[in-house]
């Protein structure tokens, strides 16, 4: 699974498809709370922050963005071939190099108030909390402080998007499932 997600992670920065890019953060931060798997996470935290970057004309015309994208490229097309083959430690290592190369750049180019690795943490959490993981739970996976979570959702319509049961509702339900 983690391979398909690569290739497509390398396609659309290939591509330049920050609307992709977006959306696979964002299922990806979903897929990471519900398989429980940290990998996916860090997936999602990389394409959020590459869209990121493919945003700002200030760092694409930077001479160190030729080389700091055809080194992303190649270094996906590595972290695929090593899924393939099953190596996964290995592929989760060159995925926390790249984290490390994005924090790099956007510490050296970006005029972001935070960096895009936290924005994206922060992003990610925010996509657990709307399917389902409690405030503490997607702050602690996401290594997010759950103030500034619960700050950031607050400010957001994502508690208005998701209508829940009420208890009542819920024990009819399981009632009649159960009863």
């Known amino acids: 699974m983690r391979e398909s997600h ?13 609307v992709s890019l977006r959306d696979s953060a964002a299922d990806l931060a979903r897929d990471s709370l519900l398989f429980d798997d940290s990998a ?25 963005w030729k080389k700091f994208s055809e080194d992303v490229l190649g270094d996906l097309e590595k972290c695929a071939a090593l899924l393939s083959k099953g190596k996964e430690d290995d592929a989760d290592k060159l995925v926390h190099h790249l984290i490390k190369s994005v924090e790099a750049l ?3 180019l970006g005029r972001f ?16 909390y709307a399917h389902g993981a409690s405030l503490g739970t997607a702050a602690e996976r996401c290594g997010v402080d759950k103030r500034i979570l619960g700050g950031y959702v607050g400010s957001t319509h994502i508690p208005d998007k998701y209508e829940t049961l009420s208890v009542k509702e819920r024990l009819e339900n399981a009632k009649k499932i159960f009863g």
């Open 40 to 64: 996916l996470l860090d997936l999602s935290l990389l394409s959020y922050s590459l869209s990121k970057f493919l945003e700002k004309p200030y760092i694409l015309e930077n001479k160190a």
């Open 106 to 108: 956007s510490a050296s």
């Open 113 to 128: 108030v935070s960096s895009t690795i936290d924005k994206a943490r922060l992003k990610a959490a925010a996509q657990m």
């Open 6 to 18: 690569v290739r497509k992670l390398r396609k659309d920065f290939s591509d330049r498809n920050i």
